[in-house]
């Protein structure tokens, strides 16, 4: 059974860091992977998905790659904002027709 | 891009009474919806599959005559909370995923039921 942890749980930096968070999962055949963006009381918006054949994904701010062998994914956040604080999900399938299997998140406050 | 609309986006009812909570997808039909569960500081846990015309297929340990679901639809699926209990008081999010695309899958606002 396909299990998602991230690191940390939580983190609080001041405005303006470079961040990491990280994301591992116990079985590498996956189809994609996924990072999420939850704020509070709210849904989720898909920030960057990478395939499995691929190893980074880029968006303005937000870089994510994968190392499907080792079963690691990281999104970097660049000069983080305090618009950037909200709950961050990783997420796996493991084909297109499965659902995604969420890690617990991580919660991002970046103080002004 | 693609929306799916979920409604309500908060409910308070009474411990016996059912909730019926709506995921529409509006531009693009949704083959396939997803229902999750989320308890506070949780992860989104999988409740249940739902392909339109067909039954719904439910993760272990959700009970089926409890959350009724119908997908009668290529845009429409609902989750029926029935009997609600304040155990039952979470969020519950849907995503659909369009039809003949087998990738990204997009989410509901998701709603938030508390039981009296």
């Known amino acids: 059974k396909q299990e998602v942890t991230q690191i940390p749980a939580a983190l609080s930096v001041p405005e303006g860091e470079n961040l990491v968070l990280n994301c591992s999962f116990t079985d590498s055949a996956i189809y994609n992977l996924q990072w999420f963006r939850q704020d509070p009381g709210k849904g989720l918006t898909s920030l960057l998905l990478?395939?499995?054949?691929?190893r980074e994904q880029t968006s303005g701010r937000l870089n994510a790659s994968l190392d499907k062998s080792s079963g690691r994914s990281t999104l970097y956040i660049a000069a983080s904002q305090p618009g950037d604080s909200a709950t961050y999900l990783c997420?796996?399938?493991?084909?297109?027709?499965?659902?995604?299997?969420f890690g617990k998140g991580t919660r991002l406050s970046v103080i002004a | 891009g693609a929306v799916v609309s979920q409604h309500p986006s908060w409910v308070i009812c009474k411990s016996g009474t059912s909730v019926k909570i709506e995921c529409r997808s509006l531009d693009f039909q949704a083959t396939t919806m997803f229902w999750y569960r989320q308890f506070p500081k949780q992860s989104l846990m999988l409740m249940a599959t739902s392909n339109e015309g067909s039954k719904a297929t439910y993760e272990q340990g959700v009970e089926k005559d409890k959350f009724l679901i119908n997908h009668a639809s290529l845009t429409l699926s609902t989750l029926t909370v029935t009997s609600a209990h304040p155990e039952d008081s979470s969020f519950y999010i849907c995503?659909?995923?369009?039809?003949?695309?087998?990738?990204?899958?997009?989410f509901g606002s998701g709603t938030q039921l508390s039981v009296l």
């Open positions: 997420a796996v399938s493991h084909s297109g027709n499965t659902p995604l299997v």
């Open positions: 990478i395939q499995s054949s691929q």
């Open positions: 995503s659909a995923r369009e039809q003949g695309a087998m990738e990204k899958l997009f």
